[in-house]
């Protein structure tokens, strides 16, 4: 198994997702709509990243995986074509959500290296992905901004995202199985295989373990970051755009130390991991919390934050993971979704929270999350 090529496939097509973030002034400016018409090009790529994860990463469960990837890369390389020569908005809205949709390879490929990797060096294939996830995601908006500069046009990064995408095609397929799941095994159809999503939570504690863990730890990291641009650009602060993407970029050091968490789970087991973790999560807050006014405390617990998160979600999806192979895209679709409604739920919160009672009511509350996400690893002592 190559895991680097896995992680590179990962971190590109997660990219998708992310790089058009920081284009969308442009975007406005080019097709002449307002900020907030433009601002629904990120919304469309996070609604089609969630239909993405529960209609089609639970094909990888039965499906043949070469075939599968092959016809996902086309789709997404097609699609980001017809972004980088959309004549209007509409155009754009639609491809971006075509495009999202289709680029769920990361959540495909963390099951399958998992399952490869075995259950001895799983929490380590998971971390190492779950790494180039991290900064795929956070390098491409950096990386997006640069092309357009450079080009002076916002579809070249589209054209360039295109090529990247449509170069995994010769590469990706011919390092994957052809199958994961045991040879043998009966095929699901594909209706009853979305409908027995919710009955794996009914069957697996150690999914809901993790669906609840990583709902609030995302629903923590998400009220954190959400509220961070307002509270960065408010008094006596004062900083703007640049600045705080710069602040972002200071917290990559942590994503790379959260790849430790891999190894760790495997030694020590994803429960105590993820509670470690989230402890990292609770610290960082309490720093930014205690010193709101200080960048360098800022850029400490922000970087905490993104280590616990990125700890606790390597520690949880490791353990889901580990439920089996016939399963595993499906358990990390339920997974996925309820890690994705925590993060909608933070940042719905932080919205409300910093601009009817600021900074210190948003810790506050993703303290509150982290704090459930604890309790949630919790046994509770059986009655004689």
């Given at each position: 198994?190559?895991?680097?090529?896995?992680?590179?496939?990962?971190?590109?097509?997660?990219?998708?997702?992310?790089?058009p973030?920081?284009?969308l002034?442009a975007?406005?400016?080019?097709?002449?709509?307002?900020d907030?018409?433009?601002?629904?090009?990120?919304?469309?790529?996070?609604?089609?990243?969630?239909?993405?994860?529960?209609?089609?990463?639970p094909?990888?469960?039965?499906?043949?995986?070469?075939r599968?990837?092959r016809?996902?890369?086309?789709?997404?390389?097609?699609?980001?074509?017809?972004?980088?020569?959309?004549?209007?908005?509409?155009?754009?809205?639609?491809?971006?959500?075509?495009?999202?949709?289709?680029?769920?390879?990361?959540?495909?490929?963390?099951?399958?290296?998992?399952a490869?990797?075995?259950?001895?060096?799983?929490?380590?294939?998971?971390?190492?992905?779950?790494?180039?996830?991290?900064?795929?995601?956070?390098?491409?908006?950096?990386?997006?901004?640069?092309?357009?500069?450079?080009?002076?046009?916002?579809?070249?990064?589209?054209?360039?995202?295109?090529?990247?995408?449509?170069?995994l095609?010769?590469?990706?397929?011919?390092?994957?199985?052809?199958?994961?799941?045991?040879?043998?095994?009966?095929r699901?159809?594909?209706?009853?295989?979305?409908?027995?999503?919710?009955?794996?939570?009914?069957?697996?504690r150690?999914?809901?373990v993790?669906?609840?863990?990583?709902?609030?730890?995302?629903?923590?990291?998400?009220?954190?970051?959400?509220?961070?641009?307002?509270?960065?650009?408010?008094?006596?602060?004062?900083?703007?755009?640049?600045?705080?993407?710069?602040?972002?970029?200071?917290?990559?050091?942590?994503?790379?130390?959260?790849?430790?968490?891999?190894?760790?789970?495997?030694?020590?087991?994803?429960?105590?991991?993820?509670?470690?973790?989230?402890g990292?999560?609770?610290?960082g807050?309490?720093?930014?919390?205690?010193?709101?006014?200080?960048?360098?405390?800022?850029?400490?617990?922000?970087?905490?934050?993104?280590?616990?998160?990125?700890s606790?979600?390597?520690?949880?999806?490791?353990?889901?993971?580990?439920?089996?192979?016939?399963?595993?895209?499906?358990?990390?679709?339920?997974?996925?979704?309820?890690?994705?409604?925590?993060?909608?739920?933070?940042s719905?919160t932080?919205?409300w929270?910093?601009?009817?009672?600021?900074?210190?009511?948003?810790?506050?509350?993703?303290?509150?999350?982290?704090?459930?996400?604890?309790?949630?690893?919790?046994?509770?002592?059986?009655?004689?």
């Amino acid at each position: 198994m190559n895991v680097l090529l896995l992680t590179l496939a990962g971190a590109v097509t997660v990219a998708n997702i992310y790089f058009p973030q920081p284009l969308l002034a442009a975007v406005a400016r080019g097709l002449a709509v307002s900020d907030r018409t433009a601002g629904l090009v990120a919304t469309a790529a996070q609604i089609g990243y969630a239909l993405g994860i529960l209609l089609l990463v639970p094909l990888a469960d039965t499906a043949r995986l070469r075939r599968l990837t092959r016809a996902l890369l086309t789709a997404t390389t097609a699609a980001l074509l017809v972004a980088a020569a959309a004549p209007n908005v509409l155009t754009l809205l639609l491809a971006t959500l075509a495009l999202s949709t289709t680029t769920v390879l990361p959540q495909i490929l963390t099951p399958v290296a998992a399952a490869l990797a075995g259950p001895e060096r799983r929490g380590r294939v998971v971390g190492v992905i779950g790494l180039g996830l991290t900064l795929g995601s956070t390098l491409s908006r950096t990386v997006s901004g640069a092309v357009s500069d450079a080009s002076g046009s916002w579809r070249t990064a589209y054209a360039v995202a295109a090529a990247a995408t449509a170069a995994l095609l010769w590469l990706l397929p011919r390092a994957l199985p052809e199958r994961l799941a045991a040879a043998g095994r009966p095929r699901v159809p594909y209706g009853r295989m979305l409908a027995g999503l919710p009955r794996l939570l009914g069957e697996h504690r150690a999914l809901r373990v993790s669906a609840l863990r990583g709902g609030c730890v995302f629903a923590a990291y998400s009220v954190f970051w959400a509220a961070s641009a307002f509270h960065l650009a408010a008094p006596p602060l004062g900083y703007g755009p640049g600045a705080a993407g710069l602040f972002g970029l200071l917290t990559v050091p942590a994503a790379l130390a959260s790849a430790y968490a891999g190894p760790l789970t495997d030694r020590y087991g994803a429960g105590p991991v993820g509670g470690w973790a989230l402890g990292c999560v609770g610290l960082g807050l309490a720093v930014a919390g205690l010193a709101p006014a200080s960048p360098v405390a800022l850029v400490a617990g922000a970087g905490l934050v993104v280590l616990g998160t990125s700890s606790c979600q390597v520690a949880n999806q490791s353990r889901v993971l580990g439920l089996g192979r016939d399963v595993a895209a499906r358990v990390n679709t339920v997974f996925m979704l309820a890690t994705f409604g925590g993060g909608a739920l933070g940042s719905l919160t932080a919205a409300w929270l910093y601009g009817a009672y600021g900074w210190t009511a948003v810790v506050l509350a993703a303290v509150g999350f982290s704090a459930l996400g604890l309790l949630a690893g919790r046994r509770r002592p059986r009655v004689a």
